[in-house]
């Protein structure tokens, strides 16, 4: 019967140490992946308090957190932040804006309801 001295072989402990190094980075990967999302696509018109369309909020949502004006002419990012249940508009006409209470692509912009058209 062999007793146990406690060590490990060093391929073991080398494969533990490439783990732990692996193992984080990995998991923030997917905490970013489970934070971001995108809006529903298709366009986007935005209403104002009393009951308005507010014509320079008006914009199309593409694929890969695109966007795009209603007339096609300018563009830019957004990032959806799911847990935080806010969209930024990170460049483009938008840019610098912030929806927030996202809720089934609807979301509010300065006293703005903004949602699906």
Not at 1 to 10: A, E, F
Not at 14 to 39: D, F, G, R, Y
Not at 88 to 116: K, M, Q, W
């Amino acid at each position: 019967m062999s007793r146990s001295t406690g060590c490990l072989h060093p391929l073991a402990v080398a494969a533990l140490l490439a783990c732990s190094w692996v193992l984080p980075a990995q998991a923030a990967a997917s905490q970013m992946a489970a934070n971001s999302a995108e809006l529903r696509l298709g366009e986007y018109s935005c209403i104002g308090s009393g009951g308005q369309i507010l014509i320079g909020l008006g914009f199309r949502a593409l694929p890969g957190n695109k966007y795009v004006s209603l007339d096609n002419k300018d563009g830019g990012t957004y990032s959806y932040d799911a847990d935080a249940r806010t969209v930024t508009f990170v460049d483009g006409f938008l840019t610098g804006y912030v929806g927030e209470n996202v809720e089934d692509s609807r979301f509010n912009i300065h006293g703005a309801s903004c949602g699906p058209a």
